[in-house]
Protein backbone atom coordinates (compact mmCIF):
# COMPACT_ATOMS: atom_id res chain seq x y z
CA UNK A 1 0.00 0.00 0.00
CA UNK A 2 1.04 3.62 -0.54
CA UNK A 3 1.75 5.60 2.63
CA UNK A 4 2.35 8.88 0.42
CA UNK A 5 -1.24 9.15 -0.28
CA UNK A 6 -2.38 11.91 2.34
CA UNK A 7 -5.34 13.62 0.43
CA UNK A 8 -8.97 11.30 0.19
CA UNK A 9 -10.89 9.49 -2.91
CA UNK A 10 -14.38 9.80 -3.02
CA UNK A 11 -14.26 6.10 -1.19
CA UNK A 12 -12.55 7.28 1.80
CA UNK A 13 -13.92 11.14 2.15
CA UNK A 14 -15.96 11.83 5.69
CA UNK A 15 -16.24 14.35 8.55
CA UNK A 16 -12.92 13.11 10.31
CA UNK A 17 -10.28 14.10 6.64
CA UNK A 18 -12.51 16.07 5.41
CA UNK A 19 -10.06 19.09 3.79
CA UNK A 20 -12.48 21.98 3.56
CA UNK A 21 -14.29 21.55 6.86
CA UNK A 22 -18.10 21.05 5.26
CA UNK A 23 -18.61 17.58 5.97
CA UNK A 24 -20.02 16.54 9.25
CA UNK A 25 -20.98 13.57 11.02
CA UNK A 26 -24.29 14.29 9.80
CA UNK A 27 -23.63 14.82 6.09
CA UNK A 28 -20.58 12.43 5.30
CA UNK A 29 -22.36 9.03 4.87
CA UNK A 30 -21.21 7.39 1.48
CA UNK A 31 -22.07 3.86 0.35
CA UNK A 32 -20.38 3.09 -2.78
CA UNK A 33 -21.11 -0.60 -4.62
CA UNK A 34 -17.56 -2.50 -5.34
CA UNK A 35 -17.07 -5.95 -7.02
CA UNK A 36 -19.38 -8.42 -8.24
CA UNK A 37 -21.50 -10.89 -6.14
CA UNK A 38 -23.72 -13.37 -6.83
CA UNK A 39 -27.82 -12.53 -7.25
CA UNK A 40 -29.56 -11.06 -3.55
CA UNK A 41 -26.17 -9.81 -2.23
CA UNK A 42 -24.04 -6.62 -2.34
CA UNK A 43 -20.79 -5.37 -1.48
CA UNK A 44 -20.00 -1.57 -0.93
CA UNK A 45 -17.14 0.49 0.42
CA UNK A 46 -18.96 2.66 3.24
CA UNK A 47 -17.64 5.55 5.26
CA UNK A 48 -18.80 7.96 7.59
CA UNK A 49 -21.63 8.49 10.39
CA UNK A 50 -19.09 8.48 12.80
CA UNK A 51 -18.03 5.03 11.71
CA UNK A 52 -14.12 4.08 10.27
CA UNK A 53 -13.91 2.60 6.76
CA UNK A 54 -15.49 -0.59 5.90
CA UNK A 55 -16.45 -3.03 3.52
CA UNK A 56 -19.69 -4.72 4.01
CA UNK A 57 -21.94 -7.58 2.33
CA UNK A 58 -25.16 -7.96 2.44
CA UNK A 59 -28.11 -10.27 1.24
CA UNK A 60 -31.44 -8.89 0.11
CA UNK A 61 -33.79 -10.26 2.31
CA UNK A 62 -36.99 -10.65 0.72
CA UNK A 63 -39.24 -11.34 4.25
CA UNK A 64 -38.00 -8.44 5.96
CA UNK A 65 -37.97 -6.46 2.55
CA UNK A 66 -34.48 -5.43 3.13
CA UNK A 67 -30.70 -5.80 3.32
CA UNK A 68 -29.13 -7.80 6.15
CA UNK A 69 -25.18 -7.56 7.21
CA UNK A 70 -23.39 -10.90 6.45
CA UNK A 71 -19.88 -9.57 6.39
CA UNK A 72 -17.80 -6.23 7.08
CA UNK A 73 -14.24 -5.58 6.89
CA UNK A 74 -12.58 -2.69 8.01
CA UNK A 75 -9.23 -2.05 6.26
CA UNK A 76 -5.92 -0.24 7.60
CA UNK A 77 -5.78 1.18 3.79
CA UNK A 78 -8.16 2.51 1.41
CA UNK A 79 -9.12 0.19 -1.14
CA UNK A 80 -9.33 2.15 -4.02
CA UNK A 81 -6.46 4.78 -3.22
CA UNK A 82 -4.32 3.11 -1.17
CA UNK A 83 -3.87 5.59 2.25
CA UNK A 84 -3.45 4.96 5.11
CA UNK A 85 -6.64 5.43 7.44
CA UNK A 86 -5.06 7.26 10.09
CA UNK A 87 -7.46 9.22 11.24
CA UNK A 88 -9.81 6.05 12.04
CA UNK A 89 -7.26 4.74 15.01
CA UNK A 90 -7.98 5.66 18.54
CA UNK A 91 -5.37 5.76 20.45
CA UNK A 92 -2.78 3.98 18.51
CA UNK A 93 -5.22 0.72 18.44
CA UNK A 94 -8.18 -0.13 15.57
CA UNK A 95 -9.64 -3.39 14.99
CA UNK A 96 -8.17 -4.84 11.22
CA UNK A 97 -11.46 -6.26 11.01
CA UNK A 98 -14.69 -7.09 12.95
CA UNK A 99 -16.68 -10.30 13.63
CA UNK A 100 -20.25 -10.22 14.75
CA UNK A 101 -21.79 -12.79 16.41
CA UNK A 102 -25.30 -12.76 15.39
CA UNK A 103 -28.04 -14.76 17.28
CA UNK A 104 -30.94 -13.45 15.46
CA UNK A 105 -31.56 -11.60 12.20
CA UNK A 106 -33.00 -8.77 14.26
CA UNK A 107 -29.26 -8.42 15.66
CA UNK A 108 -27.71 -8.03 12.69
CA UNK A 109 -29.54 -5.27 11.21
CA UNK A 110 -28.94 -3.08 13.90
CA UNK A 111 -25.34 -2.11 13.32
Given at each position: ?12 L ?28 R ?64 E????
Amino acid sequence: MNDTVTQPCRFCLDASCDPEGELTTENDYSSLPVGKVIRGYRMSIDVGCGKPLRIRIEHWNSHMQQNVLVGCYRPKFCPECGRKLVEQQHDGKRADYVHYDFDTIEEATEI
